[in-house]
Each structure stands twice: as structure tokens, then as C-alpha cells.
């Protein structure tokens, strides 16, 4: 029964790569070679790994979700990211992003203000055998200056505006990604700095629980 279990958790991995990544036009190889490899139903709890493949967030306790499938690869595309990059991530929630992004990028640095959900994303990912993979319990609306700059800094809760500690965490040719807006539903936004000034991009709307902490909202 495990055995075919896993096997219709694989086979539900490889249909969602291809049908609500790829047909939604999800194109970066290394972004899809990566959505084939991270189990997402290993960040979730057993009673939901029937769902893990489902198109759409998931509850993971203490008000927290992991992202839509669509949407982690997604923010991964967006990123640019070609194995190099030194990547911080704002909200470690589950672990699943960090995992995704841990495939594609030199090194993540990640920031979880939850203590419970830090702990268990910790324990998971040590367990993964994740060697560039760098966790913190803090403010992450503060980032992580110790650490940088970054070449990217990937936010994975909404924030009402941009937070100028994490834009100037960055380094010269840095981006950010976010969802900005202080309604139910953000825009994802990129961030860049190109030809002496800030450009920003957008790539439609989106869902996230608020940002929390020094910059984030104060409900």
C-alpha cells in the first residue's frame, strides 16, 4: 500500500508540472526540473498528502499556508535564477519554496518569525540532506544584514509597501520579489535596478497572508 501510495504521489507531481505549470506557460527548465524533484506532500501533514498536488495553497498550521504550486514556480521563474545567486527568502513558512529555490540558487538564506514553523521547516530540510540551505528565526521584514548583500530576496507574505531594509540588502544588480497590496488579493511585483534607477515589473495578481513584524502590517 506505501509502495503505491508513492507511486500516485509521483505521478500526481509529474501532472501538475505539466498541467498547471507548463500549460499556464511556465517555460525555465531548470525551474520545472526543480517542481518534478521537491515532494511537496513532504511539507505537508499525512492526513493532506492525498491534496498535495491539488491546484492551490494548503493550511500547515498557526494560520500559515504553503503556496500554490503555480505560484512557487512562478516567484522561481520571476527570480532569473541561473545557480550562482545567493538568495534571501522572507518567510520559510513550510519549507517548500526554500526547497525549490535551494535547487536553483548557490545559496538561501531563509527567515521564518514563527517559531514552530522554523523548527519543523528546519528538522525537514536537515533532513533532506540540503547543504545551501541557511535558516533564521527573526523579524524577516529586518532581512538578514549580516548576511549581505543578496543578489536576490525572494518575500513570500504579502507586504503593504516596499521595506527599505530589503532593498538595501541587495546588491547592485539585485532583485527583489513580492507581493505588494494591502487588499485580500497583491500584485506580484518584481524590483530591479537597471540603468541608474528602480524599475518594477508586474506579473498579475495573487494571494498571500500579510507580512507580519517591524515593516510589515501592524493589524
Known sequence: MALAMAIDLESARERMVVEQLERRGIKDPRVLAAMRTVARHRFLPAEL??????????????????????????????????????????????????????????AVYSVECNAHLHDRARALLNSMGFGNVYLRCADGSDGWPEEAPFDVVMVTAAMPGIALPLLNQL?????????????????????????????????????????????????
Do not use: N
Not at 78 to 104: N, R
Not at 193 to 213: D, I, P
Open 171 to 219: 546588491t547592485p544588480d539585485g532583485r527583489l520579489i513580492a507581493p505588494i497590496g494591502e487588499d485580500e488579493l497583491q500584485t506580484l511585483v518584481r524590483i530591479s535596478h537597471k540603468t541608474g534607477h528602480w524599475s518594477e515589473e508586474y506579473f498579475g495578481e495573487c494571494r498571500f497572508v500579510k507580512m507580519t513584524g517591524k515593516h510589515g502590517f501592524q493589524d
Open 49 to 106: 498528502h492525498e491534496h498535495a498536488y491539488d491546484d492551490g495553497p494548503l493550511p500547515i498550521g498557526d494560520s500559515q499556508t504553503i503556496s500554490q504550486p503555480y505560484m512557487v514556480a512562478l516567484m522561481s521563474e520571476v527570480a532569473e535564477l541561473q545557480g550562482t545567486e545567493k538568495v534571501l527568502e522572507i518567510g520559510t513558512g513550510s519549507g517548500y519554496q526554500t526547497a525549490v529555490l535551494a535547487h536553483l540558487a548557490r
